[in-house]
Nanobody, 124 residues
Framework: QVQLVESGGGLVQAGGSLRLSCAAS????????MGWFRQAPGKEREFVAA????????YYADSVKGRFTISRENAKNTVYLQMNSLKPEDTAVYYC?????????????????WGQGTQVTVSS
């Protein structure tokens, strides 16, 4: 089992920045891929960004490309999502997920473990 705990959400004005953290524990592995997803009220969960834990290659949704950056810190078993130039449409609950394969993919159903989520609210 892998446990994921997100933190760093909050309320920010449009144009502002937030950094989300996802601390992984349990049976983690360098062969995993880590992803960030988000879900706004009344909408389906959507892909935001992903990173291969070992190789470090990344993949972003078009809607966040150039504004968000995913990274990982191996020594702390932590993945980050730096969010800049935030927009009201970025408002959602953000979830961290882990996939027991190294290939990064944007499909929620292909991830095996999920955190509890952290709320991000961007005011206009």
């Amino acid at each position: 089992q892998v446990q994921l705990v997100e933190s760093g959400g909050g309320l920010v004005q449009a144009g502002g920045s937030l950094r989300l953290s996802c601390a992984a524990s349990g049976r983690t592995s360098s062969s995993y891929a880590m992803g960030w997803f988000r879900q706004a009220p009344g909408k389906e969960r959507e892909f935001v960004a992903a990173i291969a834990w070992s190789a470090g290659n990344t993949y972003y949704a078009d809607s966040v490309k150039g504004r968000f950056t995913i990274s990982r810190e191996n020594a702390k078993n932590t993945v980050y999502l730096q969010m800049n130039s935030l927009k009201p449409e970025d408002t959602a609950v953000y979830y961290c997920a882990a996939r027991s394969r190294a290939i990064v993919v944007p499909i929620p159903n292909l991830y095996d473990y999920w955190g509890q989520g952290t709320q991000v609210t961007v005011s206009s």
